[in-house]
């Protein structure tokens, strides 16, 4: 622009020397517009992501898909392995063959192979060489589905064009009979053994060997068995997706129903956990209040104690205090919001007969049978044989309508001994419809949990007579002569 003459207007002032503050310099305004508009018409090359369409994804996604089902790893070593158990076919085989059963699967690929050897023999019209070809060509791929699946599949497919070549002047195209039997059992036992993903991937692959071949070459045949082969696989495949799926479902809802059950047994632990330090903690609140009450009277039952009596005294009833409020402090924190200590104590052995007689009012006859020297025991040991008596026959009532019961109490050195044992369910327990329980089934649990408390023994067990026995030992700590003069 050196040589380019500057317009001159209103008294001779140059006009760039009027719009260069106001604007910016030509030269920088025409760099902008060149990269603005370089930028806008640019291609986006396709690691711009916002560029996929959805199809685009969809397809990228597809094609991954089958490459992560049919080509990566096809030839994987993968055996079938037996069955866990044996299933309902084995109860009808003679007893030494039972436990085989588990190789039944197995059974039906070797047989399913021997069909197809039957059908190549059959095809090949007395041509040695050219049976032995298909029966490598059929026999094969389905025998190679126990321990290759997918190189299976594709060992099937290959061999499809080479036993049409052995055979060409059959009029079946492009599916021979032999081909057409190995095909579809190995279609239907590697869908079997992978997913359904992987078998619609397979049939896409047939469909399109199928269709490519009958418009190459159909015209050289009078028919095609194309849309047959495909109609047939298909069904083939849809019924075992459809077997697959609700086996997963099954297997799903197997799963969700033991992890309900064993939640439901730890809530249920937990909730009887719960019930008893609520009970432990009243009942020796209960004492230590006592404790505290007879330590603050004591000195004024005596006329001029002595100090250290007093103090003793006074000792006694300030670590009650203290041990009752920790007790509070750390048992109090399993109350519920609303709940409220009971008014009434808590019941005991001396108790059981009220429970006996509302048990007989509800249609179970029951007998108490009390051996050994009765004696207070402990409010906890008491509280806890009263509450497994009652859960005992709250058992017998629910699984066992109609039978009788026996509550046997021995009271022996060292300890508590119970036992309930009841008969088999009655005669009119198959007219008697039982409603389940939230729970029901877990009161073993909590009577284990109270046994487990109080550091006893407790065992179950069947009956000799069809009926149930629960047997539990309390232990009690010995109190010697010494021990309660030191108390008194």
Same mark, same amino acid.
């Given at each position: ?31 902008? &517009? ?5 930028? +806008? ?72 192979? !021997?069909? /197809? ?7 090949? &019209? #007395? ?23 997918? @190189? ?9 064009? /080479?036993?049409? $070549?052995?055979?060409?002047? +059959?009029?079946?195209?492009? $599916? ?16 079997? *053994?992978?997913?359904?993903? =992987? ?18 070459? #159909? ?7 194309? !849309? ?31 992890? =309900? ?5 730890? *809530? ?20 230590? !209040? ?16 002595? &100090? ?10 300030? +670590?009650?205090? /203290? ?8 048992? @109090? ?24 007689? +509302? ?16 004696? &207070? ?32 109490? @021995? ?16 005669? !009119? ?47 009690? /700590? ?11």
């Amino acid at each position: 622009m050196a040589g380019a003459v500057v317009p001159e207007v209103d008294g001779g002032e140059p006009l760039s020397l009027r719009t260069t503050a106001a604007r910016p310099p030509p030269t920088l305004l025409y760099v902008t &517009e060149m990269t603005y508009t370089r930028m +806008n018409t640019e291609p986006r090359t396709a690691v711009d992501g916002p560029s996929r369409s959805p199809e685009f994804r969809l397809a990228m996604d597809a094609l991954k898909g089958l490459r992560a089902d049919l080509f990566d790893d096809f030839f994987t070593y993968r055996p079938l392995p037996p069955k866990d158990k044996p299933g309902r076919l084995a109860r009808v085989l003679p007893g030494p063959l039972r436990p085989l059963e588990v190789w039944t699967r197995h059974v039906l690929v070797v047989v399913a192979g !021997m069909l /197809a050897v039957r059908v190549s023999f059959d095809d090949s &019209e #007395g041509d040695l060489l050219a049976a032995l070809a298909m029966t490598f060509c059929s026999l094969g791929p389905i025998l190679l589905t126990l321990v290759r699946p997918v @190189g299976a599949f594709w060992f099937s497919l290959v061999s499809i064009p /080479a036993v049409a $070549w052995v055979q060409d002047g +059959n009029s079946d195209f492009p $599916w021979l009979p032999a081909s057409f039997v190995a095909h579809l059992v190995v279609l239907t036992v590697v869908a079997a *053994r992978t997913r359904p993903r =992987t078998a619609a991937w397979m049939w896409v692959l047939t469909a399109a060997y199928g269709i490519g071949a009958e418009g190459l070459y #159909g015209d050289r045949y009078f028919g095609s068995n194309a !849309m047959p082969f495909l109609s047939v696989s298909a069904l083939a495949l849809l019924v075992v997706t459809v077997a697959l799926v609700r086996r997963a479902a099954e297997e799903e809802v197997t799963a969700q129903q033991t992890v =309900t059950a064993h939640e439901r047994s730890k *809530r249920t632990v937990l909730e009887e956990r719960t019930t008893i330090a609520r009970e432990l903690h009243d009942v020796v609140a209960h004492h230590m !209040m006592v404790v505290a009450i007879q330590a603050e009277a004591a000195p004024y039952r005596v006329e001029n104690p002595p &100090e250290e009596l007093a103090k003793a005294f006074s000792t006694i009833r300030e +670590n009650a205090v /203290a041990a009752l409020t920790e007790l509070r402090r750390v048992l @109090g924190v399993v109350r519920a919001e609303d709940y409220e200590a009971p008014d009434s104590p808590q019941p005991t052995l001396s108790d059981l007969d009220g429970l006996l007689a +509302n048990v007989r009012e509800a249609g179970l006859a029951v007998d108490k049978v009390v051996t050994g020297a009765v004696r &207070e025991l402990p409010q906890g040991v008491e509280l806890s044989a009263y509450r497994i008596v009652q859960e005992a026959l709250s058992n017998t009532l629910r699984h066992a309508p109609g039978a009788s019961a026996r509550v046997e109490i @021995g009271y022996v050195l060292g300890g508590l001994g119970l036992r309930i044992v009841n008969g088999p369910a009655g005669i !009119m327990s198959s007219f008697v419809k039982q409603t389940p329980t939230q729970g029901a089934g877990h009161g073993l649990t909590g009577m284990r949990e109270r046994v487990a408390m109080l550091g006893g023994e407790m065992t179950t067990a069947p009956a000799a007579d069809g009926g149930y026995e629960v047997t539990v030992f309390l232990p009690v /700590a010995r109190v010697t002569d010494e021990d309660g003069a030191g108390e008194a």
